[in-house]
């Protein structure tokens, strides 16, 4: 079963970064195509990045240029570095693994970008 453990969210003031990381278990990590989604309060969950196992890259447009999701297959690992955060990055960020169409969440990690 795979296993997703988000971590690296807390506040931040606008402006500033965070590195998110999602550590995968239980499956050949190098395989599953990787995505980060977010959820605002009182909003509807969003897709923010995404990277296949080839090392393709796709992101929302709100978040293009700001953001850069990459991959460590050594270590199970996949980041989203987050830069010139702003008040609308708020959210609780999740890590979505997928492969066959079977979708993994992991539980999520709050980043608050608040001054």
């Known amino acids: 079963q795979v296993q997703l453990v988000e971590s690296g969210g807390g506040l931040v003031q606008p402006g500033g970064s965070l590195r998110l990381s999602c550590v995968h278990s239980?499956?050949?990590?190098?395989?599953?195509?990787m995505d980060w989604y977010r959820q605002a309060p009182g909003k509807q969950r969003e897709w923010v990045a995404g990277?296949?196992?080839?090392?393709?890259?796709n992101y929302a447009g709100s978040v293009k240029g700001r953001f850069t999701i990459s991959r460590d297959n050594a270590k199970n690992t996949v980041y989203l570095q987050m830069n010139s955060l702003k008040p609308e990055d708020t959210a609780v960020y999740y890590c979505n693994a997928k492969k066959w169409g079977t979708n993994y969440w992991g539980k999520g990690t709050l980043v608050t970008v608040s001054s």
């Open positions: 239980g499956g050949i990590f190098s395989t599953y195509v």
């Open positions: 990277i296949t196992s080839g090392d393709s890259t």
